[in-house]
């Protein structure tokens, strides 16, 4: 009865509505991107990196931006506390997945580095950094699963969120590095990737440490949301 109550007296204020109409564009905006990889790829395996890349994206943050929708518009209840729960899992484990791929965009985009006398030192130090890259990505995913990380509560879980997205963070120096090596090779002006990335590991890591506690810091999702926007961006500049 209290949850129908809710629901009756429930009216959407205007900030959640604006963050409802900001999801939505995003998701929107990531599944028309991955459409255009896929049509004008040609068999390009750097393109279709780029689509696959960015249906992860919108996939694994579906899962949690559509509940954030609907609360948006209806109000909460415990159906979609837990779904949203659910979707920050989810989304944990896509976005590790996400890195690993942006990590094999690079490696298409950059087939041979530019710079003839540090291509074996770059080659090796990338390939070091590949390494670890996967390790810390596995053992990310593996803590995403414990039950112990209270997905679905308002607590969470302070200690293995620290751990999961220290490791997390790992994966986006290395990934952030390969990017920082290739410079300007071939005029593609991929530093901007390590940018992007900067951006969204500067805005997410305090949503994700100490949103439960101070929900203003929430705000930083809209920039991290920019920022990988961005990373989408400058795939479809490359391909056209």
Known sequence: RREQVKKSNYKPQIPDLMEAVFDAVYLTFDLAAAVLFFLFSKGNILYVLYGILTLTLCGGDAFHLVPRIIRAVRGTNDKIKRQLGIG?????ITMTMFYILLMYIWKYTFPELSAPVAVE???????????????????????????????CTDEGNMKLSVIRNAVFAVTGIGVMILYLISGNTY???MTRMAAAIIISFGCYLPVTLFSKTKPQVGLLMIPKTCAYMWIIVMGLQLMF
Do not use: D, K
């Open 88 to 92: 920050l899992q989810v989304s944990s």
């Open 121 to 151: 030192a770059m080659i090796w130090i990338s390939v070091v950094i590949e390494v670890v890259i996967w390790i810390s990505a596995v053992i990310r995913i593996v803590i995403c699963m414990f039950p112990q990380n209270n997905w």
């Open 187 to 189: 005029g593609y002006h």
